[in-house]
């Protein structure tokens, strides 16, 4: 069993969509939870951190964090096609080494 | 402020020759990882370097893989003799001394593109 799970999509939205990422995990020591957000043949960029259970709000995304039930999720409001690109949630116990997703690929269509 | 760089940004050899790629972090990161993304799986990691010292190589997949950080400063990730399931985009990405008010965000290079044929 991976030790984080995360839907590959593709997922398409039309622009103005709200979009809704998750990602679950089964290693409960981790403690920081993130969501990287890479361009085409580009590197990932760290879009959303965070590390107790609850919301994080940043503009028009939203990360939420359910320890709980080891799971988490990115919304996007008002997406726009610049948005298109592939989200990978990540995350990391304590200052150890990061655990990525596989990454769900996001296209909007405007 | 210059970005994490690496070099080459597409290889392409033949099974059982040897490739080095080449990573230079943002200047003043003491930590520098690489990670591999194999098509259609996740990025794994490789390896973490703390200045010039591995801190934790679990992810190296056999001894046909080696890394070095030269004082600290840029790394190199050699695989001798390449396979083909070595193919794949290897990101580098480097990150401040993690502190209590650091994120340990890591910053990534654009990747190494690696097709073995």
């Known amino acids: 069993q991976k030790e984080v799970e995360q839907d590959p999509g593709p997922l398409s939205v039309p622009e103005g969509a709200i979009v809704s990422l998750n990602c679950t995990y089964s290693?409960?020591?981790?403690?920081?939870f993130m969501w990287y957000r890479q361009y085409s043949r580009k590197g990932p960029e760290l879009l959303m951190y965070?590390?107790?259970?609850g919301n994080k709000e940043d503009g028009r995304f939203t990360a939420q964090v359910d320890k709980s039930s080891k799971y988490i999720s990115l919304f996007i409001r008002d997406s726009q096609p610049s948005d298109s690109a592939t989200y990978l949630c990540?995350?990391?116990?304590?200052?150890?080494?990061?655990?990525f997703g596989t990454g769900t690929k996001l296209q909007v269509i405007p | 402020e210059a970005g994490v760089t690496q070099f080459p940004s597409h290889s392409v050899i033949e099974k059982g020759q040897t490739v080095t790629l080449r990573c230079d972090p943002i200047s003043g990161h003491d930590n520098l990882y690489w990670y591999r993304r194999v098509m259609g799986k996740e990025i794994k990691f490789l390896l973490h370097f703390v200045k010039e010292s591995k801190q934790d190589e679990s992810g190296m997949p056999n001894n046909r893989f080696l890394a070095e950080r030269t004082g600290g400063t840029y790394s190199t990730l050699k695989v001798q003799p390449a396979e083909l399931e070595d193919s794949g985009v290897y990101f580098c990405?480097?990150?401040?001394?993690?502190?209590?008010?650091?994120?340990?965000?890591?910053?990534f290079g654009e990747g190494s593109r690696l097709t073995v044929l």
């Open positions: 990540a995350m990391r116990g304590g200052y150890q080494k990061v655990t």
């Open positions: 290693n409960s020591a981790f403690q920081y």
């Open positions: 990405a480097s990150s401040p001394h993690p502190g209590a008010a650091n994120t340990g965000e890591l910053f």
């Open positions: 965070t590390y107790s259970s």
